[in-house]
């Protein structure tokens, strides 16, 4: 079997996962509804209790969870990629947290309820910042330790700024709300969330996207990709502006999500044969996968509770990160 | 020599409390509440001058339905120092105040009394008589005893509506059996989704669950803080509005459940009207 069929294979396969994985979020909840009951429900304009649920809360959720997965699988590979970096991900780097911090000052100022779309984009300019800052403190050298360390700060900086922000607001449910927009949550969303989001997040996978043969040659090395002709002022745009754009309009509706853009690039690197232009889009399908499982399994453990879905994420990031550590420690000294 | 000084300084501090506390056989003069729910009984049952100093919380209308009345008083805090300081006859408290707080001025020296949070009326009964007898004032209490016997008999009077009601509070909360809110409801003729559905205390309804049940009245939406919060958010989700619109819904104002006290009866009287204008509709 050729490498181009393999790679082809994976995608379908991924894809199928996608979709099952889709299908099962349509079909957990807490209000129990039979298998053919539900995908009726889906299609059916009677306005009952089914109808409602199934358009006006599942759906929206299963819609968000896969493109918040692929989001964030997306731009974990690009920042791989561009950074050359295997620990770059928008939440270990803080872009996560700075575009939560974006939000929670759009949305607890009241400024995104007068001009709606600035929700997303008053995260798409905190997560500009975070990406610029680790660049600039950072730099494409792919040095582990400084990025880490980078990452760090603007995360907890942005974290403590959040916190400030709603222990400010005049609402005293905002001060306990901090718990969301670290850990993030699919609960409750509804289709409006998904009309806010989702045109941004696509705008910025394009971006992404276009990346994918620039970093296929970056692998060389910067100055080898800049003498067969990269743009890397092109490079640079693209890879802050649309991890920006995707990860601030995910995390502007459902909060930071962390460590699926860490997983997923790497455990699919060694099935696509460790090419970027081809990571690219399998990162995304399995970012999409372990969203949807991740926000199944939160509502099947406990289902009245509202567990943050950044902890099932993070059951299985963390262990995954100290692993990667421990295979890199060589370079970090 | 530190040590020293300053177990002495805490000797002279409980000297000091205990020769300030009166016997209890004469009404406490100056009394100081700590929690917002018995500052509002304090309010309604102490003499004029009697009560010293409420919680900021009771002079906050969001929180105390007698948010007026609470302005010509001295506002704390609810910290041990302050309230030393004001060098009160009676502290009153809430059993859910900060413990720490009250072991301290307790070992201070000071009287301090807890009032336990209300889980029915008949608790809200006794709670006024209680309060009647800390503050000397038991002809006060009786008072409000007999007229909310006669509001809770005007109420049960008019025929039970048998409408189903669901509350919906900030975060998706609900109330099952067993608590004040259920009490209310049920004293206004209305019954409890909550409790129908097998519920016990105050526990989270997913907005799958609200929706499915199809129930005839919500009572949620809460206060507008002027800011938002994602609490508040599931009161503007589609699916929520689809239940609770077209004449079902009913918006709370929830200093009327938040504590136990005769006023209470007002939110049992609001749900009534709400169940009459619904059931008129139809």
Not at chain 2, 111 to 121: D, G, H, I
Request: aromatic letters at 6%; hydrophobic letters at 55%.
């Amino acid at each position: 079997m050729s490498e181009r069929t393999r790679f082809h294979l994976l995608i379908g396969v991924l894809a199928l996962v996608v979709l099952l994985l889709f299908g099962l979020s349509l079909l957990t909840g807490p209000a129990a509804t039979g298998f053919f009951d539900a995908f009726a429900g889906l299609f059916s304009d009677d306005r009952g209790p089914l109808a409602l649920i199934m358009q006006e809360i599942r759906l929206p959720r299963a819609i968000l969870a896969a493109a918040i997965g692929a989001t964030l699988g997306l731009s974990g590979a690009a920042l791989q990629g561009y950074l050359r970096n295997p620990l770059a991900e928008p939440g270990l780097l803080g872009i996560s947290a700075s575009a939560s911090l974006g939000a929670v000052l759009a949305l607890y100022t009241g400024f995104a309820a007068a001009f709606p779309l600035g929700l997303p984009l008053a995260a798409l300019a905190g997560a500009v910042v975070a990406v610029l800052i680790v660049q600039a403190l950072a730099g494409l050298s792919g040095n582990v330790l400084t990025i880490i360390l980078a990452g760090v700060a603007v995360s907890s900086f942005a974290g403590a700024m959040t916190s400030l922000a709603l222990n400010l607001s005049p609402n005293p449910f905002a001060a306990l709300e901090i718990v969301f927009w670290m850990l993030g949550s699919l609960n409750d969303r509804s289709m409006t969330h998904v009309w806010l989001s989702l045109p941004v997040m696509i705008v910025g996978w394009a971006m992404l996207a276009a990346l994918a043969r620039p970093l296929d040659v970056l692998t060389l090395g910067e100055q080898a990709a800049q003498s067969m002709g990269v743009d890397m002022g092109r490079v640079r745009f693209l890879a802050v502006f649309g991890t920006a754009a995707s990860v601030g309009a995910a995390t502007a509706v459902a909060g930071a999500i962390g460590f699926v853009g860490l997983i997923v690039p790497h455990v699919l690197r060694p099935l696509v044969g460790a090419r970027p232009s081809r990571l690219l889009p399998a990162s995304a399908l399995g970012g999409a996968a372990l969203l949807l499982a991740a926000d199944i399994a939160v509502r099947i453990v406990a289902p009245a509770r509202d567990l943050k879905i950044g902890v099932v994420t993070a059951l299985i990031g963390a262990p995954f990160f100290l692993w990667l550590v421990f295979r890199y420690r060589r370079t970090l000294v | 020599m530190w040590r020293a000084s300053r177990s002495l300084l805490l000797g002279a501090l409980v000297w000091l409390g205990g020769a300030l506390a009166v016997p209890a056989a004469e009404p406490p003069a100056r009394v100081v509440s700590m929690n917002v729910c018995t500052d509002q009984l304090a309010m309604l049952v102490a003499r004029p001058g009697q009560l010293h100093s409420v919680s900021w919380l009771a002079a906050d209308p969001a929180m105390s339905v007698l948010a007026n009345e609470a302005e010509g008083l001295r506002l704390n805090r609810g910290l041990a120092e302050e309230i030393f300081l004001m060098k009160p006859d009676l502290v009153i408290a809430g059993t859910f105040s900060t413990r720490a707080t009250v072991t301290l001025l307790q070992r201070l020296g000071f009287r301090v009394e807890q009032f336990a949070p209300v889980a029915s009326l008949a608790d809200i009964r006794a709670n006024i008589v209680r309060m009647g007898d800390l503050l000397g004032n038991p002809s006060r209490a009786g008072a409000l005893v007999a007229r909310f016997d006669a509001d809770l008999a005007a109420l049960r009077a008019s025929p039970p509506s048998d409408q189903m009601l669901a509350l919906y509070f900030a975060n998706s909360y609900t109330s099952g059996g067993g608590t004040l809110a259920d009490a209310v409801v049920e004293a206004s003729g209305l019954k409890n989704l909550g409790r129908e559905m097998g519920y016990e205390g105050t526990v989270k309804l997913p907005l799958e669950m609200l929706v499915n049940a199809e129930p005839e009245l919500v009572a949620g939406g809460g206060r507008d803080f002027g800011r938002p919060a994602r609490a508040q958010e599931a009161f503007r989700h589609p699916a929520y509005r689809a239940v609770a619109g077209a004449g079902r819904g009913i918006v709370m104002d929830s200093t009327y459940w938040l504590c136990g006290t005769p006023l209470t009866l007002e939110a049992a009287r609001r749900l009534a009207a709400h169940a009459d204008l619904a059931a008129a509709d139809e």
